[in-house]
């Protein structure tokens, strides 16, 4: 049932959306350019571009609010955590770098300024262009094409096999962990929103030792099914989900490319990898 769900899901999400036609080892070059790029440059304007792209590359898949529920909500608090941390560790860390101190509240160490502020909304954007990537990619992406682009791009096929395996073994282990839940409810062992939180996450530990378990059983069976086929014999194999690039791809990497030159040109233009909006 939870193998025919997730079919059913992945058939929905990809029936007629162009992401989908296009080949892995785009959407690899895609996603990892545009991640370094962005990650690298500061300048508000140029995220704020990646920003749209991603959401146009998010929206083009048509994905499910329950496929990126939990994901998204685990990103958030890991971001607002992060956003918060930056600004303990160090209030001052804006200042120091554009040069200037506008002081909008505080004084002494936990001052807060304008230009630590600008610094925490191009931090924020760097999560907010990358995550919609993201989800485009993994939900969009099937694990065999994944590993066919990422041996194309010069990564090793074992490396890259490795990856796929991982991938396809998560609804598995999700699989096992709601089955093994269910038969610790059977015994009576309280896992609902009747019980406490601290409850909840005690006994939830307690299914791990099994699920780590049955996890290496099937690690086992396919490690030992891979010796008897020979893998890794031979410095190079064919891909079955190997895809040959389309118009699509070509325009899609030709974009990739001019947002790349366009954020290397900017880091002449603010001198540096800063906008500096206060000078």
């Given amino acids: 049932m939870v193998n025919q769900q997730l079919s059913y899901d992945v058939g929905e999400t990809q029936r007629g959306r162009w992401v989908t036609r296009l080949t892995g080892m785009t959407k690899i070059l895609v996603l990892l350019s545009l991640s370094v790029i962005g990650m690298v440059s500061y300048d ?18 048509h994905l499910k609010w329950h496929q990126v529920r939990g994901l998204l909500y685990a990103i958030a608090a890991f971001t607002a955590l992060n956003l918060v941390l930056v600004y303990v560790f160090n209030p001052a860390y804006g200042s120091q770098i554009y040069g200037s101190s506008h002081v909008i509240i505080g004084q002494g160490f936990f001052v807060v300024t304008w230009e630590e502020l600008f610094y925490l909304l ?69 896992m609902s929103k ?22 290496m059983d099937k690690i086992e069976v396919t490690t030992r099914a891979m010796k008897l086929r020979r ?48 000078k």
């Fill in 44 to 61: 508000t304007w140029y995220l704020l571009a990646l920003t749209v792209f991603a959401i146009l590359f998010y929206q083009s898949a």
């Fill in 194 to 215: 009747k019980a406490g939180m601290w409850q909840r996450l005690k006994r939830s530990s307690q299914i791990l030792i099994p699920l780590v378990f049955s996890s």
């Fill in 122 to 190: 191009n931090m924020l954007l760097k999560y907010v262009f990358i995550v919609p990537l993201i989800f485009a990619f993994l939900f969009t992406t099937n694990p065999s094409e994944l590993a066919a682009g990422m041996n194309r791009i010069g990564f090793s096929y074992k490396i890259s096999y490795a990856v796929e395996l991982s991938l396809r073994y998560i609804p598995d282990v999700i699989r096992d962990f709601k089955q093994i839940s269910l038969a610790q409810q059977a015994r009576g062992l309280e």
């Fill in 231 to 278: 893998f890794g014999t031979n410095k190079r194999r064919t891909w079955y989900m190997t895809q040959k690039f389309g118009k699509l791809d070509y325009l899609v990497l030709t974009a990739t490319l001019l947002f790349i030159l366009i954020g290397v040109g900017l880091f002449w233009v603010d001198g540096g990898r800063f906008y500096n909006p206060f």
